[in-house]
């Protein structure tokens, strides 16, 4: 194999998304050959010794793709040093796992773990749009002005947040249930828009990633994605994200009036 970055050799092994990686690499806990790396090596891992706190990196020899009804009080990192129950302590699995689509630790719903870390990082960054669909039950009965400058974006930290798609669904007691689509992942984002809209978060359910739904499971359950459904994530992460396509289009170069295509 050709020599590649070591943060990408880290990520594909189920360290974690690049930056997580780059974190890793920065720490001083990744090793090439016995010698420190540093950000921006290159390594071969069928040719040296690539290592994280000692221990050796094994690029996995078949992929795995599990869909977890993550329940609450349960982190979606995947290791924790105060020792709380995170989600690999649901799933018997022997090896690097990486979770996409974290959720906060009062959430619940589909995360999905995977050692296919290049899948991985297309499905989470933020440049290629992937959808996540959540049920939302908040309080109080949110009005029409409410749902419309949810769905427009809100500004949070001096950022407007991308436009999302958000629908009443039905009351509950003196509550309300939205369905709420969109395409980032801002740290509880959900919960922040609600709450500065005046209608906090009592629930929150992930329903979707991708084309990947949670279905019937049950909170704390788990299985296997399908050969269908890991194909149809593979043809996701293949696809141009809105913001790719504007970064390819402003990036081409602009035809004055008149001007056709011309062979060469």
């Keep these: 194999m050709a020599q590649e970055r070591i943060q990408k050799i880290l990520a594909r092994a189920g360290y974690g998304s690049r930056r997580g990686c780059e974190e890793l690499i920065t720490a001083g806990r990744v090793r090439v050959d016995g010698m420190v790396a540093v950000l921006g090596q290159k390594a071969d891992p069928d040719r040296q010794v690539i290592t994280v706190d000692g221990e ?20 979606s990192d995947t290791e ?3 020792g709380r129950k995170t989600v690999l302590d649901l799933v018997p699995h022997e090896g690097h796992l990486f979770a996409v689509g974290r959720l ?15 899948l991985a990082n297309r499905l989470l960054h933020p440049r290629y749009g992937h959808e996540r669909e959540y049920r939302v039950r908040v309080a109080g009965r949110p009005t029409e002005d409410v749902i419309r400058a949810w769905s427009r974006g809100i500004v949070l930290d001096g950022v407007k947040t991308r436009p999302a798609q958000v629908k009443i669904l039905k009351s509950e007691g003196s509550d309300t249930w939205l369905q709420v689509i969109m395409q980032e992942g801002k740290k509880r984002q959900i919960r922040r828009i609600a709450a500065a809209l005046g209608h906090p978060v009592r629930a929150l359910v992930r329903v979707r990633i991708g084309p990947v739904r949670l279905g019937r499971l049950v909170p704390g359950e788990w299985r296997p ?24 289009a402003a990036a081409q170069p602009k035809r004055k009036r008149g001007q056709g295509n011309r062979s060469v």
């Design 56 to 75: 050796r990196v094994k690029l996995p020899d078949q992929f795995v793709y599990l869909a977890l009804n993550k329940p609450r009080g349960v982190l």
């Design 80 to 82: 924790d040093a105060r």
């Design 104 to 118: 906060d630790l009062t959430s619940e719903g589909l995360v999905l773990l995977t050692n296919d870390g290049d």
């Design 225 to 248: 994605l399908t050969p269908k459904e890991v194909a149809a994530l593979r043809k996701a992460a293949s696809a141009e994200g809105p913001q790719e396509k504007s970064r390819q």
